[in-house]
């Protein structure tokens, strides 16, 4: 499949599922869910979504979470993208700890004698 019409859908994606969240930890004060990076498989039928969550102390907290509402979400993402997309991809979720990755080694940089 078109590689440029997979990237066109990831980031639809990304951005249709970063309004979501952002809509509801809105209710959270304190809480922020971003997307970083949706990942779909080229038959379109699974998207693998990487959060970032702050702060990153409630992480596992919050995945399994929307975990749980993983059918909620998918249908709220299809009502968005219904004209757009024929088919929904199924989502799975995962943290990205990327940026606490790179903190860690911020950290341990400085740390240096």
């Given amino acids: 499949m078109d590689t440029k019409r997979l990237n066109k859908i990831e980031r639809l994606l990304q951005k249709e599922l970063s309004d979501i969240f952002q809509k509801q930890t809105q209710a959270m004060p304190g809480t922020l869910i971003s997307v970083s990076?949706?990942?779909?498989?080229?038959?379109?039928?699974?998207?693998?979504?990487?959060?970032?969550?702050?702060?990153?102390?409630?992480?596992?907290?919050?995945?399994?979470?929307?975990?749980?509402?993983?059918?909620s979400v998918r249908y709220d993402l299809?009502?968005?993208?219904?004209?757009?997309?024929?088919?929904?991809?199924?989502?799975?979720?995962?943290?990205?700890?990327?940026?606490?990755?790179?903190?860690?080694i911020d950290k341990l940089l400085s740390n240096e004698p």
């Fill in 78 to 104: 299809g009502q968005r993208v219904r004209t757009q997309l024929r088919q929904i991809p199924n989502l799975s979720f995962f943290i990205d700890d990327s940026l606490d990755y790179l903190e860690n």
């Fill in 37 to 71: 990076a949706v990942r779909v498989s080229p038959d379109l039928s699974v998207a693998k979504a990487y959060l970032s969550i702050f702060p990153s102390g409630k992480g596992n907290e919050l995945l399994e979470t929307i975990r749980a509402n993983a059918k």
